[in-house]
């Protein structure tokens, strides 16, 4: 008994595992399905961080922005059964939009497998959609193995969520370490035949330009990719929710594909001789139901560079399929020269397109969101963090605020509503000092407003523009679209946002007309407790170029 109380238990094997990866901060909501971990994190509590989140969603969430933001594996840690049911959307998120993360799930006992135990469930079938790999670890000599093998999958070619599960007896047994050092991130490199001949069709084209997006990139690569474009003259676009690779005020930026296009990049896209696409699935988003590009042979020379080997040629049939990724094709890109039929003048064009379509627009009503969107960048430095979950609202901050570049945003490809505030919060506990503006809808923050509770425990508090008009307004819109006024479940009954926001010690402000916005705002930038800045908003302005009124079939 003394030898066997001289060796560490799998919690702490584990915990100890983890560090050795480089985790120094995970979230979570403790479970009693996994104690022994949390009693090995006691030992590293010195420079490791669990951050105690109020549901496992917003944790997820959190989990994702964190990785986005510091290029490094989020970690997660819930119990099972309703625990690893909550964090499922933010594996989703994960899983779409190629974001590196470790779910860890507490599991019942070895011994009640199979038998419907306390909140058992088969992790390996509910996690089967949405993640690269799915363990368990059933042997306590096998923890440092298992941990190693997830950080890989996580990291490598295409990155996104692993999932473990612990089995409770694991966690409690004892055994000997068997460290192992940390992953190594393994990326595909670049065939530089293939690469060769794509270069020649792109570089004599007379029109071409480049879709960049996707969840592989690193500030390097961004870098590198602005730094050719504008020397070369050729226009960059991005991929839906992918608008801060490139500085959107830079001379090569032409505009991003997502919801409400402008239609002029549309055009240019669909008639460039050769389209060059760096990390982007061309997934249905981006490609407005997949029908910008025709299916499967594009009218334009497709030149198609993902990570995933797996995701080439799934839809589209492109000229040349290049299994790179964005940092090394970059690289190699940086030393390509374009002929002279290039036309530098249309680089400066597809910018000077992207600039009016930015314009502020004006709507019925008082409060402008365009006009409020479009100010933001007097007031706020080009590094500041905006977030958003998923509602027609942040059709007004993706059309109208220039994101500043790599990471300035943070939003989810999978349009998945509630996440703006938890990766709000999470950016403030990653740089307490960086400007971070959460942009929600009312139905959007309400899906995750109890992580205002996570932002006051770690003083995290971002500055959040909930913009309400008291319905779910996305569904609102298709709903009038598809079946005029025969209105069923999307009208909302809200709290009153002042007093919730001041429940939590935050300075919150209600603002219905555009010109009382500067004064809110410039007090939240002052406040050291962030702010909430209601922004009320008429029912009738469910887009910029639309009222709800005028949608009726």
Request: charged letters at 20%.
């Amino acid at each position: 008994m003394e030898t066997k109380n001289k060796l560490p238990h799998g919690g702490q094997i584990l915990a100890n595992a983890l560090v050795r990866q480089g985790v120094d901060l995970a979230f979570g909501v403790p479970g009693e399905s996994f104690l022994p971990l949390l009693d090995g994190l006691v030992d590293h509590s010195q420079d490791f961080r669990f951050i105690t989140c109020r549901q496992e969603g917003g944790a997820a969430y959190m989990a994702d922005a964190y990785a986005k933001l510091t290029g490094k594996p989020g970690v997660v840690m819930v119990t099972r059964g309703p625990g690893a049911s909550n964090a499922m959307i933010g594996m989703h998120t994960a899983y779409q939009d190629s974001t590196p993360l470790v779910l860890l799930i507490g599991q019942v006992g070895t011994d009640m497998v199979e038998r419907e135990a306390f909140q058992e469930m088969d992790y390996r079938r509910l996690y089967s959609e949405c993640s690269k790999w799915v363990g368990s670890i059933e042997r306590v000599d096998r923890i440092d193995e298992f941990v190693s093998h997830a950080f890989h999958i996580a990291q490598s070619g295409r990155k996104g969520p692993v999932v473990l599960a612990l089995p409770e007896d694991i966690l409690y047994e004892y055994a000997e370490e068997k460290p192992t050092a940390a992953a190594h991130i393994v990326q595909p490199g670049l065939d530089p035949i293939i690469f060769k001949k794509a270069m020649e069709l792109f570089t004599n084209a007379k029109r071409p330009i480049i879709l960049a997006g996707g969840g592989n990139w690193n500030a390097s690569a961004c870098d590198v990719l602005s730094t050719w474009a504008k020397r070369t003259g050729v226009p960059v676009a991005t991929s839906f929710r992918s608008q801060d690779l490139i500085d959107n005020l830079d001379a090569c930026y032409a505009g991003d594909l997502g919801i409400g296009a402008n239609p002029l990049l549309v055009k240019r896209i669909q008639e460039s001789d050769a389209l060059l696409v760096i990390g982007e699935r061309l997934g249905e988003m981006t490609t407005a139901g997949y029908s910008i590009l025709t299916v499967p042979k594009p009218n334009s020379k497709l030149i198609h560079v993902l990570s995933s080997p797996d995701e080439l040629g799934r839809v589209y049939c492109p000229e040349f399929a290049i299994n790179c990724s964005p940092e090394n094709f970059c690289t190699a890109l940086s030393k390509v020269e374009m002929g002279k039929q290039s036309d530098r003048q249309d680089m400066a064009t597809a910018h000077s397109e992207y600039l009016a379509f930015s314009a502020p627009v004006t709507v019925k009503g008082d409060l402008q969101l365009a006009q409020i969107m479009a100010s933001l960048p007097t007031a706020i430095p080009r590094n500041a963090i905006l977030t958003n979950g998923a509602g027609n609202f942040a059709t007004w901050v993706h059309r109208f605020y220039p994101y500043g570049g790599f990471k300035s945003q943070l939003a989810p490809a999978n349009g998945s509503m509630g996440y703006g505030l938890p990766a709000a919060i999470a950016a403030k506990i990653v740089d307490p000092k960086r400007v971070v503006i959460a942009v929600c809808g009312d139905g959007d923050f309400m899906m995750n407003c109890q992580e205002l509770a996570t932002a006051a425990r770690y003083e995290a508090f971002p500055i959040i523009l909930l913009v309400n008009n008291n319905m779910l307004g996305t569904i609102r819109m298709h709903q009038e679209r598809e079946f005029s006024k025969r209105v069923m479940g999307t009208g909302l009954t809200n709290p009153d946002f002042i007093k919730f926001a001041d429940s939590f010690g935050m300075p919150a402000y209600r603002v219905s007309k555009t010109d009382e916005f500067a004064s809110a705002f410039a007090k939240a930038l002052a406040s050291d407790r962030g702010a909430l800045i209601e922004l009320v908003l008429d029912q009738e302005v469910i887009s910029p170029s639309k009222l709800l009124s005028q949608l009726a079939k």
